[in-house]
């Protein structure tokens, strides 16, 4: 079946550091890639998306571009800010029905 | 507020015994779901709802699970004979459309503790 496969953590960054969460993914079509984020004692929310091959999702800074040749879809970040603390799910979508999760990496800014 | 929204927010309860969580989607969203989170572990499928039909069942849920969505608004999922495994958070989202965009919104979450 479909799965997602994220970089352990926690990842621990001084702030304005690179970030790079890794995620692959195994999937019989050509699904939707997602990264959520969880912030302490918050529910998940939609951080990025890609739809198709080759593209890129964006927000906050932050961008994921969608490898079909990998079966990759890593997060990335110039320069982290303390408030970038959080959880982060990589996540796949096929056939417009559930999203599977990866398990999760923590990740710990520090100022 | 106008999210998802799902209570109760924290259950202790002893092994043996119902428990009933219940979740109310964002009010225009025709599909909800139900997933289940672990420490340490992404959230796990177990169900969803368009409108008020159940459409798929994770086999994560044991006869002891039941979901239902009776008006297609809000939603209740319960647990038979609880089991100390059954401790985990509870999330409820919910999302506009089918085939969708993959935009789910999500509850805090209601946590269960079998004692």
């Known amino acids: 079946g479909d799965s997602v496969t994220q970089m352990e953590g926690p990842v621990t960054l001084s702030e304005e550091a690179f970030l790079t969460i890794n995620c692959t993914y195994t999937?019989?079509?050509?699904?939707?890639l997602f990264w959520y984020v969880q912030y302490p004692g918050e529910g998940l929310q939609l951080l990025l998306k890609?739809?198709?091959?080759?593209d890129k999702g964006s927000n906050k800074g932050f961008e994921a571009t969608y490898r079909k040749e990998t079966t990759s879809f890593h997060l990335e970040k110039g320069s982290v800010q303390v408030s970038d603390s959080a959880v982060y799910f990589c996540?796949?979508?096929?056939?417009?029905?559930?999203?599977?999760f990866g398990a999760g990496t923590i990740l710990r800014v520090k100022s | 507020d106008t999210g998802v929204s799902q209570d109760p927010r924290h259950k202790i309860t002893k092994r043996g015994q119902n428990v009933t969580f219940r979740c109310d989607p964002i009010?225009?969203?025709?599909?909800l779901y139900w997933y289940r989170q672990t420490l340490g572990q992404g959230p796990e499928f177990l169900t969803y709802?368009?409108?008020?039909?159940?459409?798929?069942k994770s086999r994560l849920l044991s006869d002891r699970f039941s979901a239902e969505r009776p008006k297609g608004s809000f939603s209740t999922l319960e647990i038979q004979r609880t089991e100390q495994g059954d401790s985990a958070m509870y999330l409820c989202?919910?999302?506009?459309?089918?085939?969708?965009?993959?935009?789910?919104?999500f509850g805090e979450g209601s946590r269960l503790t079998v004692l």
């Open positions: 989202a919910s999302s506009s459309r089918a085939g969708g965009s993959g935009e789910l919104f």
């Open positions: 999937a019989t079509g050509y699904p939707s």
């Open positions: 890609a739809t198709k091959a080759d």
């Open positions: 996540a796949l979508m096929e056939y417009g029905n559930k999203l599977v």
């Open positions: 009010s225009e969203h025709n599909r």
């Open positions: 709802f368009q409108n008020e039909a159940q459409l798929e």
